[in-house]
């Protein structure tokens, strides 16, 4: 419990730039590896993706929200002309590249979120939700082996991801059956 207070306030201290390269990040990600308690996970979860969304402007800032704001109302022009805009202005801020694979996966253009991921997972390697993705990407286009694979290297980062271990075991008795 002190552990997780501590990366409370931790996270409450202020910093300039708060993306991927956050030096927060760096202790968080330890403790998501070694917690064993769901409840710390799931805390220590929502601290870096507070980090991550962090835009580095007020600019970026709102070409984020806009862009979140349309996707969900699945206003999926808006979204990808304030997404595009943010990975223009910001080419290394990793979340606008998540945002935008996000997007194409909901409009089903598989080829371009796959993109997308790389470049997220190429500026941050540690992106469980990038992997997680295109894990479940990787389900659709019927490559269960890729998908389990990088279900296995977001179990490394985050051992307790919701449902998580669930989605690993199902893939591996799937795999196993087609292999019988």
């Not at 998501?32 to 800032?61: G, H, Y």
């Not at 979140?68 to 943010?86: G, S, T």
């Not at 409009?107 to 796959?114: K, L, R, S």
């Amino acid at each position: 419990m002190y552990r997780l207070l501590f990366f409370i306030a931790l996270f409450s201290a202020s910093y300039a730039v708060a993306d991927q390269r956050d030096p927060r990040l760096s202790d968080l990600f330890d403790n998501l590896q070694k917690t064993k308690n769901v409840f710390e996970a799931e805390t220590t979860e929502r601290l870096i993706w507070d980090i991550w969304l962090q835009a580095p402007d007020l600019k970026s800032d709102q070409l984020m929200k806009t862009g979140i704001e349309a996707m969900a109302v699945r206003n999926y022009a808006v979204a990808l002309k304030n997404f595009d805009e943010l990975i223009n202005l910001y080419p290394d801020f990793a979340e606008g590249w998540y945002k935008r694979a996000n997007l194409y996966y909901l409009m089903e253009d598989y080829d371009q979120a796959i993109q997308n991921l790389n470049q997220t997972l190429m500026l941050e390697p540690r992106h469980f939700g990038a992997l997680s993705l295109l894990g479940l990407i990787k389900v659709k286009q019927n490559l269960e082996s890729d998908a389990l694979g990088n279900y296995e290297k977001v179990l490394a980062i985050h051992p307790n991801m919701n449902g998580m271990k669930d989605r690993v075991e199902e893939l591996r008795n799937l795999i196993r059956e087609r292999s019988l």
